[in-house]
């Protein structure tokens, strides 16, 4: 073999190494689950840090409100928790929580009862946790996807404020009744105390 052909041959291996092979590799995966084990772990799945989430904590903070996020030690995970207000706010999807009268909330024409029965659903689940929290004194303030667009994020931001607001002060009422009682019932007891001390000297005395 002389030079040339040498280089020739070397030429083309380099170029049959880089042809693409048409080679398709098929992954399968072994799924144990069964259907009932698939659901809980799909309905346990919470989307974070949705763009409406994030619109609404940023104006939140902008106006110097301070919060937390998706504590999960709460039911339901809230979007959004002010513990000095005793108060949680939840992001909703129009269409996934069944925004009733809005555009973005319309039932798709295939498949209908399925996605009636989702929606329902989901709807069923957020009742159950808004009773949950306000059983804990928890206030919850609902938060629609729509509301959050540019045309009605002031309008939104100054009502979630006012509410936010609204709770802290109720709080406040709240813990001031509490310490009233507390200090009703104490000099109510001091004073039964006294009675009963100077009734037990009189009956020394006698």
């Not at 098929?26 to 309905?43: D, G, I, K, W």
């Not at 206030?139 to 939104?156: G, H």
Request: hydrophobic residues 35%; positive net charge; proline residues 3%.
């Amino acid at each position: 073999m002389n030079r040339n052909d040498y280089h020739s041959t070397i030429k083309d291996r380099k170029q049959e190494l880089h042809k693409p092979l048409g080679i398709r590799i098929f992954v399968f995966m072994h799924n144990s689950l069964t259907p009932a084990q698939r659901h809980a772990n799909m309905a346990a799945i919470h989307s974070a840090d949705t763009k409406p989430e994030i619109v609404l904590r940023h104006e939140l903070w902008r106006r110097g409100v301070r919060y937390r996020v998706n504590d999960r030690r709460l039911p339901g995970s809230p979007d959004v928790v002010l513990p000095k207000y005793r108060t949680v706010v939840f992001v909703h999807g129009c269409f996934w929580h069944g925004h009733k009268g809005c555009s973005k909330y319309t039932v798709p024409k295939t498949n209908t009862e399925f996605w009636t029965a989702k929606v329902a659903r989901n709807q069923a689940r957020d009742q159950e946790v808004w009773r949950k929290l306000e059983a804990k004194g928890w206030a919850v303030i609902i938060v629609w996807e729509c509301e959050l667009e540019k045309a009605r994020l002031a309008e939104t931001i100054d009502r979630v404020s006012s509410e936010i607001i609204h709770n802290g002060e109720l709080l406040l009422e709240a813990k001031a009744a509490r310490r009233a009682s507390r200090t009703e019932y104490l000099l109510t007891r001091r004073a039964l105390s006294i009675r009963e001390s100077a009734h037990l000297a009189e009956l020394k005395d006698k």
